[in-house]
């Protein structure tokens, strides 16, 4: 008779101050990494292609945006107009010149702005998710389906390298709990996470390998913990000491020096708009 498994932990950054318990479900892999192509169409057909794909993807994104929660959908709808950006092409336009296909072109032009945005602390945690869209759209012209499904029935936690704004989207009721390798707490991960109150540790790192779908997970999000093999509590609740938390959370804020807000305004209406944020 083999030997009852034993509790092990796993510590990461705590997302909400919630404890959680389900079943692991490992989101499907990404397919392997479109490979570098030259073409033999030319550039002005692999950019009505690259346009065409650019299209279908933003209109997917839009899709979804129509069934999932504010935030996601702001998020969701703000990538879609990135992507449709005329920098986007013109960027591409320089490998398409070059003699690339356009799987290649949208890729390469998407890593020049990640190294643009790597240098903002603010902006860099955008960049995984600017990759997923450049890669999603590369997969596009390769004729390669992919389209990962969380499951309707649960409790289940999501264990994944990372999440994109396209896979939190498909979020249904039955996930209870987020486990990641990469993102930090403000990543779109957290984001969403901390806005739809599910509790969340993120930035886990290789030790997740050691999860293996279907085992029963217990997150600690206010203590930032993951256990393994853990016992289905009988009751799900907020930490006892969540009051004394948050008072002392409030004390650290005071503390704390002013954080700097950013804003993106592309036009004298944004700017008006971001002010009026800033001002409520």
């Known amino acids: 008779m083999p030997a009852p498994e ?37 550039a002005a057909v692999e ?60 890729q390469k032009a998407m890593t020049g702005f990640s190294e643009l945005l790597a240098g903002d602390a603010v902006f860099a945690e955008r960049i995984a998710d600017l990759q997923d869209l450049a890669f999603r759209i590369a997969l596009r012209l390769a004729g390669i389906a992919w389209s990962p499904r969380v499951p309707s029935v649960g409790p289940i936690i999501v264990v994944a390298d990372d999440l994109s704004p396209a896979e939190t989207a498909q979020f249904t009721s039955a996930v209870v709990g987020v486990v990641t390798k990469f ?44 256990v393994l093999n853990a016992n289905q509590p009988q009751q799900i609740t907020l930490h006892e000491d969540m009051g004394e938390r948050q008072s002392d959370s409030q004390n650290d804020i005071q503390s704390q020096p002013i954080i700097e807000v950013l804003g993106n305004a592309g036009s004298t209406a944004d700017a008006e708009a971001l002010n009026q944020t800033r001002a409520s």
Request: net charge negative; glycine share 10%.
């Open 47 to 106: 950019r009505q292609r690259l346009i065409a794909a650019i299209k279908e993807v933003a209109d997917e994104l839009r899709t979804l945006a129509t069934d999932t929660d504010v935030v996601n959908a702001e998020i969701l709808i703000a990538l879609a107009v990135l992507i449709e950006d005329q920098a986007l092409i013109d960027s591409a336009e320089e490998y398409l010149t070059a003699g690339y296909d356009a799987q290649t072109a949208v």
């Open 183 to 226: 993102g930090g707490p403000t990543s779109h991960t957290a984001i969403v996470c901390r806005q739809r109150g599910i509790p969340a540790i993120v930035g886990v790192g290789q030790l997740i390998d050691q999860i293996s779908l279907g085992q029963d997970l217990l997150i600690d999000a206010g203590e930032s913990l993951l």
């Open 6 to 42: 034993t509790n092990s932990t796993l510590t990461g950054i705590g997302v909400g101050d919630q404890i959680a318990w389900g079943k692991a479900f490992l989101l499907e892999p990404k397919p392997q990494p479109v490979p570098t192509a030259k073409s033999s169409l030319g």
